[in-house]
């Protein structure tokens, strides 16, 4: 989908339309979730602190988001692919794969699958997408980017290795901006530059993800669409207000993030053998520890003496915190994963 949240909302308040807008993000420590195209041309992105959304565009509307009707227009959207497959990878509310080799519209060619496809959803929700079609999950996600908003680009297996050969590194999906660093570090530019180092090299500097590097760039992606993925991980996860630096603050901050994640837990009726702590630094560095346990962890007593045993465990890592995180894993359902395991919010301490 086309800046999903905020097409929503210019879609449901006409004074919004053509305006720059970003959902989320009004406070002084908020997080915008979405840009409209309107904003992004001053620079303006997901995940960026609201502040400095405005900074780019003093004219910049914040939007608080209306979470349950996205997810109802994700259901609308959801139900036009099962018109042509059943084979439907969700990725998040507003993204994707789908398996439309055999469809069941018989239509023989992808291209057209994805034109019917964006004018389905067009007619059902007054929404724009845009979509990537290829022989592999990869390039159809490199694709689905290429002319947002309302675009639709194909990468034939003739085309594929010079397209990819001309891509840049930063462009990879599965290239974050500290691979990248590292990459153009080692004198990695675009595909043709990665193309050059071998298996072997790769491994040795990026690990296990050496091995995806070697293989996507030469255009090879044999991971399935898979329509039952597992949800691993169920958390939340929110940004402060103001900085906190000891652990006399944080612990009043936490003990309230804990009483949301076991309603989390306690809704879904699912329990993980791993209980994670995630704290981003004001200077947006980002510590995880975890304590595992050989049991299911269920009640709320044993989850906060693991998160305060963790957080004074590692109260000399950090000069100051602007985010904090609970994430059970290790968990006890395996659940279909049909949306994002982990609740973010904005928190105005």
């Not at 399935?224 to 603050?249: C, D, F, M, Q, Y």
């Not at 936490?254 to 994670?276: M, P, S, V, W």
Request: net charge positive.
């Amino acid at each position: 989908m086309d800046a999903f949240y905020a097409s929503v909302e210019q879609r449901d308040n006409p004074d919004l339309r053509g305006k720059p807008i970003a959902v989320g993000g009004s406070s002084r420590r908020g997080v915008t979730t979405t840009a409209s195209y309107e904003a992004r041309v001053f620079g303006v992105r997901s995940a960026m602190p609201g502040y400095m959304a405005k900074q780019l565009c003093p004219e910049l509307i914040f939007v608080p988001p209306r979470f349950e009707v996205y997810q109802e227009v994700s259901r609308q959207i959801r139900d036009v692919f099962r018109e042509f497959t059943d084979l439907i990878e969700p990725l998040s509310l507003d993204e994707a794969f789908l398996d439309v080799t055999v469809n069941k519209k018989q239509i023989p060619y992808g291209m057209e699958v994805a034109q019917e496809i964006m004018n389905r959803v067009l007619a059902e929700t007054q929404l724009t997408c845009s979509a990537g079609v290829s022989y592999c999950k990869f390039l159809a996600k490199v694709a689905s980017g290429m002319k947002k908003p309302n675009g639709l680009t194909i990468i034939t297996p003739q085309r594929a290795e010079a397209f990819l050969e001309k891509l840049p590194v930063k462009d990879f999906f599965g290239v974050g901006k500290v691979t990248a660093k590292k990459m153009h570090e080692m004198g990695i530019q675009n595909g043709a530059d990665l193309k050059q180092f071998s298996r072997l090299e790769l491994l040795k500097n990026f690990g296990k993800r050496g091995d995806f590097y070697y293989n996507i760039v030469r255009g090879i992606d044999d991971r399935p669409v898979n329509a039952h993925r597992i949800r691993k991980s169920l958390g939340v996860e929110r940004t402060l207000e103001n900085n906190l630096s000891t652990v006399e603050e944080i612990t009043p901050v936490l003990l309230r993030i804990i009483d949301t994640f076991c309603e989390r837990l306690q809704k879904a009726d699912n329990y993980g053998r791993t209980i994670t702590l995630k704290l981003k630094t004001s200077d947006f560095q980002t510590l995880t520890r975890s304590h595992s346990k050989s049991y299911f962890i269920r009640k709320k007593e044993d989850i906060t003496d693991i998160a305060l045993i963790l957080l004074k465990e590692n109260a000399t890592a950090f000069n100051k915190i602007r985010l904090i995180g609970l994430t059970a894993s290790n968990l006890e359902k395996e659940q279909n994963d049909n949306t994002d395991g982990q609740l973010k919010f904005d928190w105005n301490e």
